[in-house]
Nanobody
Framework: QVQLVESGGGLVQAGDSLRLSCAGS????????MGWFRQAPGKEREFVAA????????NYADSVKGRFTISRDNAKNTVYLRMNSLKPEDTAVYYC?????????????????????WGQGTQVTVSS
């Protein structure tokens, strides 16, 4: 069992930066691919970024590529999402996820319905 708790969300202006954190407890998160997903009002939850168990491989949605960076510190059982150049369309609840799936090379295709563990989410609001 893994418990995930996100933090770091808030209200910022377009162009600002935020860093989200996801602290794991229970079983170590190093056993999982870790990812960030987001859900805007009236929209389905979507993939944002993922990182392999070792941290050596990452994958991003096209909409955030070049602006967001995912990282992990397995010693601290924590995953991060650094978000730069934020846009109003980045406004959403951001969820941390632990997935027992594997990267295929540098490719990761998450199945939201098969994610093992979810955090409770943290709100990110970007004003224009």
């Amino acid at each position: 069992q893994v418990q995930l708790v996100e933090s770091g969300g808030g209200l910022v202006q377009a162009g600002d930066s935020l860093r989200l954190s996801c602290a794991g407890s229970g079983r170590t998160v190093s056993s999982y691919v870790m990812g960030w997903f987001r859900q805007a009002p009236g929209k389905e939850r979507e993939f944002v970024a993922a990182i392999s168990r070792s941290g050596g491989v990452t994958n991003y949605a096209d909409s955030v590529k070049g602006r967001f960076t995912i990282s992990r510190d397995n010693a601290k059982n924590t995953v991060y999402l650094r978000m730069n150049s934020l846009k109003p369309e980045d406004t959403a609840v951001y969820y941390c996820a632990a997935d027992r799936a594997y990267f295929t090379g540098t490719y990761y295709s998450p199945n939201i319905n098969l994610i093992d563990y979810w955090g409770q989410g943290t709100q990110v609001t970007v004003s224009s």
